[in-house]
């Protein structure tokens, strides 16, 4: 029997970006370091699926979820660290989410600002009742575990007691050495963006520059995660989010893009689409927001665009030369291998939670 053991509480199966790179990729790397690993998401796959068709959960279907989280909660007691992303039981209060976690330490995982979903709700009530819910909860932490400095300064301005900065990460094994892209006069550039269903709204503030730069050249606009996805006045190719797909269908591409709006939601960002693109070799331009500040490095690994023009004239210049797309996406795959991958921050996770573990003992 295994000495140390985690209870990995993701919010969702592998089909959710988030709880697939924060927690469930984390699991063999945890498996083969000895531990004992239980894990349960909240929301399974099938459900997952349901609620991007139906762009909402059934309440049937939430019924059964915190009922099922609430008995593992309740089973799993004797583990020796509760490892949660974001929060074990969303929406709850917060007098019955600590009274579920008795009995063992637990540790917070978060990669988006979530608290803002309550303390800046347009009720006000929701504001009232739930605005420092999560706060609370990290003060009670044995750990937070923040992709970035945005997400490490809230968590210390809750009061939690430890707080680390663990970036989301690609693994190498699934992100081989981009192969040599030879120059073709027939080739139309492709620009690519990654995300979901619900994410996608951030690609429509490209429209402008995008329609504007398809009058000036051709090229491509390839969207992943969003099959439907149409954009007037640029070529879209559309396709379907698949894990075993991604890496090929991103690889095939020239220029990773990242446009968001400047709010406090997206500063808790953790740029994993600056971070794919870059494991395959391509530069990427991204609205200076949040922790793309600090993933992009302008003229080495890509460009920051703050405005319509400079979107443009970012893109521009990379079509104009496939030197600099291979000089830009070597730099960008070389940061990832140094700090953004599974093969750094693994030994990094499983040591803050054999800490937890061994303090709480």
């Not at 063999?28 to 000895?34: F, G, V």
């Not at 709700?121 to 990290?138: A, E, S």
């Not at 969003?226 to 396709?239: I, S």
């Amino acid at each position: 029997m295994n000495s140390l053991s985690v209870l990995a509480l993701p919010r969702y199966s592998r089909l959710g970006a988030s709880s697939r790179l924060r927690i469930w990729q984390y699991l063999p790397y945890l498996r083969n370091a000895q531990w004992g690993v239980q894990s349960e998401p909240l929301i399974r796959e099938a459900e997952l699926k349901d609620r991007y068709a139906q762009g909402r959960y059934a309440w049937r279907t939430l019924a059964v979820a915190y009922f099922r989280r609430w008995y593992v909660l309740i089973v799993h007691r004797a583990c020796s660290v509760v490892w949660i992303e974001k929060e074990a039981l969303p929406w709850m209060p917060l007098w019955l989410e600590r009274l579920a976690l008795r009995g063992a330490p637990y540790v917070l995982d978060f990669d988006d600002a979530v608290f803002h979903q309550y303390d800046q709700h347009p009720n006000m009530l929701v504001r009232k009742i739930y605005g420092r819910r999560l706060d609370g909860l990290m003060a009670g932490a044995a750990l937070v575990i923040a992709g970035n400095s945005y997400l490490a300064a809230r968590a210390l301005q809750a009061g939690a007691t430890r707080v680390e900065i663990l970036p989301t990460v690609i693994d190498l094994a699934h992100y081989p050495q981009p192969a040599s892209r030879s120059s073709d006069a027939d080739h139309l550039p492709r620009i690519v963006w990654i995300g979901s269903p619900t994410t996608v709204v951030y690609l429509n503030l490209l429209a402008e520059p995008l329609r504007e730069l398809a009058l000036q050249m051709s090229f491509r606009l390839r969207v992943i995660g969003c099959p439907h996805f149409e954009m007037p006045g640029v070529h879209v190719e559309a396709l379907a989010w698949s894990e075993a797909t991604e890496v090929g269908d991103l690889s095939a591409c020239d220029v990773g893009i990242m446009p968001l709006p400047d709010t406090p939601w997206e500063q808790g960002k953790c740029g994993y689409k600056l971070i794919q693109y870059m494991a395959c070799g391509l530069p990427v331009v991204a609205s200076p927001v949040g922790v793309n500040l600090e993933i992009v490095k302008p003229g080495k690994n890509g460009y920051l665009a703050a405005s319509n023009e400079a979107w443009i004239s970012s893109l521009s210049e990379l079509f104009r030369s496939d030197t600099l797309k291979q000089r830009m996406g070597a730099s960008g795959r070389q940061d990832v291998e140094a700090r953004y991958c599974l093969q750094k921050t693994g030994p990094v996770l499983a040591s803050l939670l054999r800490s937890v573990a061994q303090e709480g003992t």
